[in-house]
């Protein structure tokens, strides 16, 4: 018998296989539907206080205040497509992350560390393929273990 169950759809993963392999389900770009991009030109000014984002960033560092706990923010990771206005949305990125410093969250990655050529998206963009997936972990990992080592050497 074939040790995977077919995939109803792209985001579905295969079972686990009899000896631990979990195959990836994104091996290279995505060959089906429409590319789907999230971020559409749209407005060149936002006032981050106001925007969900905002909103999002001062409820998260609310709960952490109540935890004790330090927020970690990093831009999401994405890819670029011609249609994007770069500049604009790295610039909406840094004021976000600008704003999350203010309120007291350590930020991982800047604008641009987060961010792909399109060969690395799958099937939007923010969906990462493998390579693209293993590039940001690449960035990622070293960054967020010096955070956890400082978090263990002075707790909040």
Known sequence: AHPFRPRRNHYEPY??????????????RFQGAKF????RPGPVE??????????????????????????????????????QRHDI???IEHDWLE??????ATVLLAPGETTLELEFGFDSDY???????????????????EFLKMQLTNPP
């Open 15 to 28: 079972l686990i296989t009899a000896d631990g392999y979990f195959p990836h389900t994104r091996p290279e």
């Open 36 to 39: 789907y991009q999230h971020n």
């Open 46 to 83: 936002v006032d981050i206080m106001k925007s969900s984002g905002g909103r999002a960033l001062d409820h998260l560092v609310k709960i952490c205040a109540e935890r004790r706990a330090t927020l970690a923010v990093m831009p999401p990771a994405r890819v670029t497509t011609p249609e």
């Open 89 to 91: 949305v790295e610039r």
């Open 99 to 104: 704003r999350a410093k203010e309120l007291g």
């Open 127 to 145: 969906h990462m393929n493998d390579a693209g997936a293993e590039i940001i972990r690449q960035r990622l990992v070293p960054v967020l273990r």
